[in-house]
């Protein structure tokens, strides 16, 4: 079924709302105030209280609407529906108004504050066209080998023989390679990740993506040359490269070696780790107000990449305890903290909550508490049993603006007020934002 529609307000996930027969419809690639036909998702008859839908046309277009910097994942009806950046269409300004709006508006309506949050974009990002900014990318072969996505909505795989999301560090790896070239076994997942700053094989010698050209097949010629610290992986499998890649974050020229697997959660946009690592460890100071001795929780820590800066960049004496579900990332951290020297961190394993419920007397009291929970969020559990042990600050990263918004709620029923939010666009032509939130009693 095919209807025109005028789209009204931004909604969750990449999507747009109107109303057809007052019934709420919410369309992919569309923006407020367009007037677009719209192609309903089947089945449409049914009596759900809403109906989805995708533009076919744009009849009256957004200011911010722009032609779309990789058409394969613009609308199905333009060939497009291989899927992430659903915000393809929209102008880099267009997104970062976007953004700011959606957190506000989940703030308002789940976390019942109110917030003027303005989200701040990545360097480079702006030059680059918000591409080339994944250093980590994944994809499916397909029946012929071949590198490939999924279409939205179909089985069907789209061969792909580049991937204008990835750093010109990634692509450069994936043609050294021969990644496109595949010859791989129909249906296994592929994987390919580059650290930023890459490190050449020649002298240690490293180079940003803005000093090597984009891939061949995206923006020109890319130069020569060898690569190390990088994997290239199929199905869980290394093929080439290294499986303990080394990640390095600088702030305040301060500089911390990190080794994550490779096949390890890390911060994928190439600047993301420097940003987030830079606000946390500020706002941790800020609230610390030079203490000579501290005590900081960092729970859901992976690697380590906010501890390493925490413990050793917040007092002369922090104590700390951090805690991962994730056995191998724990694994990482403690060789990383290890690597330092650091010897004043319990890293633990486990589920954050249960492992909240038996912590060490000289760790009880925590002076900060630095939370970077998986999209779901802490959750209430975890949210009353931080505010039950009374720091000074709670200091909340968050991947996902309604989970913020949920645990705000928790937080403030339980004695915390937000006194601060910020936001980075580390997924540039998506919908996901990074927000982070410091909470005080």
Known sequence: METEVRIERYADQGRCVGHIDGRVVFVRFALPGELVRIVLDEPHERTDRFWTGEVTEVIEASPYRVEPAWKLAGPLGDGGG????????????????????????????????????????????????????????????????????????????????????????????????????????????????????AQTAENDETVSSGEVEAGSKVEGEIPTVEFKNYAVMVDGELIAGEFLLKEQVNVDDH??????????????????????????????????????????????????????????????????????GAKPAVINARRNLRSLDISRVDARIGDVGAVLGNVPSHLAHPDIVVLDPPRAGARKKVC??????????????????????????????????????????????????????????
């Not at 203490?291 to 002369?316: H, K, Q, R």
């Not at 997924?427 to 927000?435: D, R």
């Open 82 to 197: 291989v899927g992430g950046a659903d915000l393809v269409h929209v102008s880099l300004p267009g997104q970062i108004v976007w953004k700011s709006d959606i957190i506000n508006e989940q703030m308002k309506r789940l976390g019942h504050v109110d917030t003027h949050v303005e989200v701040t974009r990545m360097p480079e990002d702006e030059q680059l066209g918000g591409i080339h900014w994944r250093t980590r990318i994944e994809m499916i072969a397909d029946e012929n080998g071949l590198p490939s996505m999924r279409r939205r909505g179909t089985h069907h795989r789209v061969t792909l023989s580049t991937m204008p999301l990835a750093t010109a560090s990634v692509l450069k790896v994936a043609e050294e390679t021969h990644f496109w070239d595949g010859g791989f076994t129909p249906g296994a997942q592929l994987r390919i990740a580059v650290p930023e700053p």
């Open 384 to 441: 009353e049993r931080v505010a039950a042990a009374n720091p000074k600050a709670i200091i909340y990263v968050a991947c996902d603006p309604t989970s913020l918004a949920r645990d705000t709620a928790t937080l403030d029923a339980a004695g915390y007020t937000l006194r601060n939010l910020s936001a980075y666009d580390i997924y540039p032509m998506t919908h996901h934002v990074e927000s982070l939130a410091v909470f005080t009693k």
């Open 255 to 324: 500089i911390w070696n990190y080794r994550v697997n490779a096949d390890g959660f890390w911060q994928v946009h190439r600047e993301a780790p420097h940003a987030l690592v830079s606000h946390v460890l500020h706002a941790a100071q800020d609230a610390l107000n030079g203490s000579d001795s501290a005590c900081i929780w960092d729970l859901y820590s992976g690697a380590g990449l906010f501890t390493l800066p925490l413990a050793t960049m917040t007092s002369p004496r922090t104590s700390m305890l951090s805690i991962e």
